[in-house]
């Protein structure tokens, strides 16, 4: 009977010792499944991230071209106020000029 209770005790304390090295494996997965999953979440996160920057890039520099067309726009329109100007100064110029008799 003492020789059953023991080799009973020792098959508990295996089972034990089996059911703790199994569980220590299945921890380590768990951390490992866990840290896979973070990264892959901070790694889109990250995209995600570069990628709304690049777009905010992308629009800004599409304003800044729509503020330039618009000066050129403005420049020439202004250059052809003042040339026209000055063609109606010269034309109002020789409108006033009498010649000598």
Do not use: C, W
């Not at 005790?9 to 010792?17: A, F, K, V």
């Not at 490992?32 to 992308?58: F, R, V």
């Amino acid at each position: 009977m003492l020789i059953t209770l023991t080799h009973i005790n020792n098959n508990l304390i295996i089972r034990n010792e089996i059911l703790d090295s199994l569980g220590k494996q299945a921890s380590k997965q768990a951390s490992k499944q866990a840290s896979k999953q973070a990264s892959k979440q901070a790694s889109k996160q990250a995209k995600s991230d570069l990628n709304s920057t690049s777009q905010s890039k992308e629009i800004i520099l599409q304003e800044i071209n729509k503020v330039k067309e618009k000066r050129t726009i403005l420049e020439k329109i202004i250059r052809l106020f003042t040339k026209h100007k000055r063609i109606t100064a010269k034309q109002n110029k020789q409108k006033f000029i009498v010649p000598f008799k």
